[in-house]
């Protein structure tokens, strides 16, 4: 029968856990992990998954109705998005809309000028909101 020390037995349950610690590091940081908070829809919508069927990769989820006031990129919204925002009602998501057909609003200070009403109380509390104006800001 082998016999071991103590100080052996130690090092051999370290030894053993290195590639344990290692795997279980790669499975939750490595390059095919995928932060799933980025997939799931805000709000009341449930998700499920079947594990008796294949999983499939998805690189979007589209969510219906207006998108959360953070998700929402000015130079790109829809209406519904615009009416969804802080201090946006209808007849000024409008007036953005017409606007931005001419032409797409180089930064807020453009914005606050081409639409009428605005003012910097609104812009700012757009930006709380977390309401952008470009997809790059």
């Not at 932060?35 to 979007?60: C, E, F, N, R, W």
């Amino acid at each position: 029968m082998l016999s071991i020390s103590p100080t052996e037995q130690n090092s051999l349950r370290i030894l053993c856990l290195i590639p344990l610690l290692a795997g279980i590091g790669v499975m939750l940081v490595g390059p095919d992990s995928i932060p799933l908070k980025g997939y799931v829809a805000q709000g009341s919508h449930q998700l499920t998954i079947d594990l008796k069927k294949p999983m499939i990769t998805i690189d979007s989820i589209e969510q219906p109705g207006p998108k959360a006031p953070d998700h929402v990129i000015i130079n790109e919204a829809t209406h519904e998005d615009l009416v969804a925002c802080p201090g946006i009602s209808s007849k000024t998501a409008d007036l953005i809309l017409r606007e931005r057909r001419a032409a797409p609003f180089f930064d807020w200070r453009d914005f606050d000028t081409r639409v009428k009403g605005m003012g910097a109380g609104k812009i700012e509390r757009l930006k709380e909101a977390g309401v952008r104006l470009n997809n790059n800001e």
